[in-house]
């Protein structure tokens, strides 16, 4: 039973246009949510979080948007770089556990 | 900065014997996970650690595998009796409290022959 889902397993982008990668989730209990990237050989990188009370976190040149009526969050990356070509995870988890639900990626690549 | 750091990178094994891993957190982080993750998928949580006790426990972790983390320090994951399903990348992570994020090391590759 995936709880979170990545619908989009690859996408490109040209480099400086925005990168919007998409995930969505089943359970309501869910207030916390994380997005982590990934290369080859690697441990995931840990990238931005959100929590329920907020609908928009930014850092840099990533903004994580979350609609909680929908169950949907993204991550906008803007200018898009090929150094940010790479597998994009997001998490989740719920105020009453501790583990973390991950989705099954989105790989990024950016064109120079 | 020292990240969370594990030990060995890669493992190859034959089916049947035992093996077991090691993860170093953050100094000051109290929170410890364990996760799993095979190709093309997302990493699925095993356990967690808070300071020395273990907390949680998935159902993916069979009483072939145990978790320890004797000093609220470094932690080891032992996987008895291995079998081919066993083969993926074991990730060790952790935190420093709830909302501050989950920082993972590199994993170490579990490969049985």
């Known amino acids: 039973d995936q709880q979170v889902k990545q619908n989009s397993p690859s996408l490109s982008v040209q480099e400086g246009r925005i990168s919007i990668l998409n995930c969505d989730y089943t359970?309501?209990?869910?207030?916390?949510f994380l997005w982590y990237k990934k290369y080859p050989a690697e441990g995931p990188t840990f990238l931005i979080s959100?929590?329920?009370?907020?609908d928009k976190n930014e850092d840099g040149r990533f903004t994580v948007f979350l609609n909680k009526s929908a169950k949907h969050l993204s991550l906008h990356i803007v200018p898009s770089q090929p150094g940010d070509s790479a597998v994009y995870f997001c998490?989740?988890?719920?105020?009453?556990?501790?583990?973390?639900?991950f989705g099954t990626g989105t790989s990024l690549t950016v064109i120079p | 900065d020292t990240g969370v750091s594990q030990d060995p990178r890669h493992k190859i094994t034959k089916r049947g014997q035992n093996v077991t891993f090691r993860c170093d957190p953050i100094?000051?982080?109290?929170?410890l996970y364990w996760y799993r993750q095979t190709l093309g998928q997302g990493p699925e949580f095993l356990t967690y650690?808070?300071?020395?006790?273990?907390?949680?426990k998935s159902r993916l972790l069979s009483d072939r595998f145990s978790a320890e983390r004797p000093k609220g320090s470094f932690s080891t994951l032992e996987i008895q009796r291995t079998e081919q399903g066993d083969s993926a990348m074991y990730l060790c992570?952790?935190?420093?409290?709830?909302?501050?994020?989950?920082?993972f090391g590199d994993g170490t590759r579990l490969s049985i022959l």
């Open positions: 992570a952790s935190s420093l409290a709830r909302g501050t994020g989950i920082h």
């Open positions: 100094s000051e982080h109290n929170r």
């Open positions: 359970n309501s209990m869910f207030d916390y």
């Open positions: 998490a989740a988890s719920s105020g009453t556990g501790n583990q973390f639900y």
């Open positions: 650690f808070q300071n020395e006790a273990q907390l949680e």
């Open positions: 959100i929590s329920s009370i907020k």
